[in-house]
């Protein structure tokens, strides 16, 4: 995959997605970076990329001419959709990152501060995404957040081919306990049937545990997923235990 970045701080990519596993990911030619600073397509000596709103307020916007070069001049390079970062995008999950995982060619735009003219959003613009209802300063992080959730998609980022299978939300649940030895850690055990070595048991006894933590901290989750006859079994039961054992 080829990601091009524009933004006003390449600067603060480099040590994360130069780190780990998207590191190796670069190392190994999974994905590839290219790094653009927006206010290399500025016009004037100044270099200046912004201006104030028509009809006055408070914020500055990013120059349409500035930025719109500096898109055009990635698409020489990158066919792939323009993805804005913005608090009123679509808010990103994993579906989403799946998705972006099939494409070749990502553009990514970072606004800084500034806001972006109406009409690069409607004519420059293939996707508008949020990380969240909350207000960053820019787009660089939101990036950063999707760069990692898209990539460890990717085949062969992952060591293990299923960890991304089994991981919350990919298969709409969260992720049942994990517990790794001592067996009995300050006084505290590990449920037995992880230690029985019996491996229907234990499928059966982790979907229920994913299936318990999703209905107690995510319920919205298992409304909108359709359950398999067994899970909707294993819900029945988990409804009639003790509610002291939530998820
Ligand atoms: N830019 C500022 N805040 C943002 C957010 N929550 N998501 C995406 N882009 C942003």
Partial sequence: MRIDILTLFPEMFIQTLGTSIIGRAQVGNLVEFHFWNIRDFAKDKHRVVDDTPYGGGAGMLLKPDVVVDSIEYV???????????????????QQ??????????????????????????ENWVDLELSIGDYVLTGGELPAMVVIDAVVRLLPGVLGDDQSAKNDSFYDGLLE????????????????????????EQIRRWRLKESLRRTYYRRPDLIKTRSLTDEEKLLLAEIVNECSDERG
């Fill in 96 to 121: 989403q990152a799946k998705i972006l995982s099939t494409e070749q060619e990502l553009i990514l735009l970072c606004g800084h501060y500034e806001g972006l003219d109406e009409r690069v959003r």
């Fill in 176 to 199: 049942h306990p994990h517990y790794t030895r001592p067996a009995n850690f300050r006084g505290l055990s590990v449920p037995d049937v992880l230690l029985s070595g019996h491996h």
């Fill in 75 to 93: 698409k020489r390079f990158n066919q792939g959709p323009v993805i804005y970062f913005t608090p009123q995008g679509q808010t990103f999950n």
